[in-house]
């Protein structure tokens, strides 16, 4: 039995983050200025070369997405039930109404076969999210917004490292919110970014992610900054800080190595599980796999304990897990403002009940890699019905 905890999440920070970070508090520029410029360049590099806009986070960005498009009272936007509240909470945040459609039993992403069902007079936009870094089939969704005229908001917040057909998400033309908070795969502790493929859209998001500050008030620091701007719009205080930049920076050129260590530990998983009565998670063809969070599904009918025993096993031998997501449907705010009832949506409650996240980042060591794998095995073998 292992001695000490293993949490089911840490970042990855170190001697690098610390110098950069030390760096900043002695510049004397420590809110947004030139590091949070450079961190928006650097993404833009990565993303063939879309605008991107640093901001507080993956919600602020989505928010600000919906708003600056216009969507508001009497308009429907759809989503998933299998995602964190943040993805409803903006849609209602607008005045807009969330609708719910179930997922894809594999994936766990929205079912756009469903979707297309759900699509009415009202509806204005979809908004997708990239369960666990598996990407979405971006060619569906974009069928369905060029075909329906909707807008389409993508939930990103796992998959700055998703990739489709080759491809990194974000570079499909569609708004696309990322979030760098800290159990995310590229982390500023707290923090997020948009990309906005439309020029003057982006324009508009930046104006209203500083109190609605004209644009060139965004430019107030060093030498040629002044004290004039106006507002333009009642906006948000929604920025990133230079702090935070100075750790995105660090972060963005370690990604690649920190994402071959989670393909490496994903794929340990997968070949120390395939007997089990367990559902590994999927990479379909067309997806590189972000690999943010690795969602086990436990087949519960086989075993004798249930999915909260097995999560209370592993607590017990000293080693974290989560479940994502308890599902939009069973919140009781939700249910009340919505209708929404159990056994609506059957395919996030059976995917729901069977999760568990298990710990995958990129510090883990081999012997904790070998630690999951040995104690997962012993508690869903000790357990067989
Ligand atoms: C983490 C998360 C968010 C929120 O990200 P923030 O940067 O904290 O706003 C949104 N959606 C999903 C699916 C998430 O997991």
Redesign the pocket.
Known sequence: MRQEFLPYNLPDLGAEEEEAVIQVLRSGWISRGPLTQQFEMALSRELEGKAVLALS????G?HLALLAQGIGPGDEVITTPL??A??VNVIIHVGATPVLVDVEEDTGNIDFAQVEQAITEKTKAILP?H?AGHAVDMEHLNRLRDRYHLIIVE?A??AIASVYRGRRIGTFGNVTSF???A??NLTTG???AVVVPDPDLAEKIRVLSLHGMSAHAWNRYGEKGSWGYTIEAPGFKYNMTDLQAALGLVQLRKLERMQERRRQIARQFAQAFGDLPVILPVEREYAQHAWHLYPLRLQTEYLTISREEFIDQLTLRNIGASV??IPISHHPYFQQRYGWKRGQFPKTERFFGQEVSLPLYPSMTDQDVHDVVANVREIVLSHLA
């Not at 986070?57 to 602020?60: G, H, I, K, L, P």
């Open positions: 986070s993956c919600t602020a989505m995602t964190f943040a993805s999210v369960y939930d917040a796992h979030s760098f908070y159990t995310k707290e923090g997020g994502h997501f």
